[in-house]
């Protein structure tokens, strides 16, 4: 079982930056993926960015060039550092991480995926 910590939310102007960490129990390295997504009050969850195991970032259209996603193997940890904040960057944002485990007795691979508690930052313009 894999348990993600989000911190680093908080309030902040617009304009302003933000760092937020995802500590992830056990080692990062199995996994295949860890990532942020966001979900703003009544609105659908979306991605924000992720990172493979082999540092392969992806980030959602909105905040190419605003916000940059690391992982720090050595911590078992992944940050989303925000840039350029904007009011409409206000969300609960998650720490997500994808598993997956190899089934000798059915030769098949089992996907797992996690998800922390959340980690509030709210922009105010």
């Known amino acids: 079982q894999v348990q993600l910590v989000e911190s680093g939310g908080g309030l902040v102007q617009a304009g302003g930056s933000l760092i937020l960490s995802c500590t992830i129990s056990?080692?990062?390295?199995?996994?295949?993926?860890v990532g942020w997504y966001r979900q703003a009050s009544g609105e659908q969850r979306e991605l924000v960015a992720n990172?493979?195991?082999?540092?392969?970032?992806k980030y959602g259209d909105s905040v190419k060039g605003r916000f940059t996603i690391s992982r720090d193997d050595a911590k078992s940890a992944v940050y989303l550092q925000m840039t350029s904040l904007k009011p409409e960057d206000t969300a609960v944002y998650l720490c997500?991480?994808?598993?997956?485990?190899?089934?000798?007795?059915?030769?098949?691979?089992?996907?797992?995926?996690?998800w922390g508690r959340g980690t509030q930052v709210t922009v105010s313009s």
């Open positions: 997500n991480a994808e598993e997956f485990v190899y089934v000798p007795r059915r030769e098949a691979v089992d996907r797992y995926e996690y």
């Open positions: 056990g080692s990062i390295s199995r996994l295949n993926a």
């Open positions: 990172i493979t195991h082999n540092s392969v970032t």
